[in-house]
């Protein structure tokens, strides 16, 4: 009335391999999702403004970009980023960098870094083009699911002058 013995081996083992291959597949999947959210990390500027400055100290005038950087990841799972570094160009020229803080952000989420201050005390003000080519880089340690590694992502964006010296 129930299985002949021999068959009862045989079911065990065909569940524990089912079973295998369902954790063999989960985890599969979520390897991929963490390392495509990792290689998924971007960066965006906001609000970029051109302003000339004269330094309280020194008198001299100075160029300053303003902006925010918006920081997510295009894909699924909860992100963390540390040893987060800032860099700006602008036409080209490296005008500054700014170490900022470790942050998290769920999916669907990201996280910004508001009123970023770049002073470039070397570009003169007077010999800048109408509009200055910005590339904002953004390189973090960044973590998500199994993965964590070093990753760089940048963006660019055209800004108009600002207020003259």
Do not use: W
Request: net charge neutral; hydrophobic share 40%.
């Amino acid at each position: 009335m129930g299985e002949p013995e021999t068959q009862r081996p045989r079911r065990v083992q065909a569940l524990i391999v089912i079973a295998l291959l369902v954790v063999l597949a989960t985890a599969t999947a979520y390897a991929v999702m963490s390392d495509a959210s990792v290689r998924g990390l971007t960066v965006r500027i906001s609000n970029p403004i051109r302003t000339c400055s004269i330094d309280s100290l020194t008198d001299a005038r100075m160029v300053t970009f303003s902006l925010s950087a918006i920081v997510y990841s295009t894909h699924s799972l909860r992100t963390s980023i540390s040893q987060v570094r800032l860099q700006l160009a602008a036409d080209g020229v490296a005008v500054g960098t700014a170490n900022e803080t470790d942050r998290a952000f769920d999916p669907g989420q990201g996280t910004s870094y508001s009123t970023l201050l770049f002073k470039d005390p070397v570009l003169d003000p007077s010999n800048l083009p109408a509009s200055s080519n910005l590339v904002l880089a953004i390189t973090a340690q960044v973590s998500a699911g199994f993965y964590r590694m070093k990753t760089t992502a940048s963006d660019s964006q055209v800004v108009s002058s600002g207020t003259g010296c």
